[in-house]
């Protein structure tokens, strides 16, 4: 899926936890027990301002 600023999202994994480039794309996963809601601010190398900002209310319990 594709959203209104051209970023690709994809299903992920729960493990391993953190963020890990399989040569495609990053998986972020993390835990917390008592988390409602994660941000996640990706910069570009070039630049110290933010470029883009994404929020997940996605909470998976397995």
């Known amino acids: 899926m594709t959203d209104d600023k051209g970023i690709r999202n994809y299903p992920g994994s729960p493990h391993p ?9 990053t998986n972020f996963a993390l835990y917390s027990e008592h988390a409602t809601k994660v941000e996640l ?3 570009r190398r070039s ?5 883009e900002f994404v929020e997940y209310a996605r909470i998976i319990i397995k």
Do not use: N, T
Request: hydrophobic letters at 25%; glycine letters at 18%; proline letters at 0%.
């Open 47 to 51: 630049h110290d301002e933010q470029q």
């Open 41 to 43: 601010c990706l910069f």
């Open 17 to 25: 936890l953190g963020a890990h480039y399989d040569g495609h794309g």
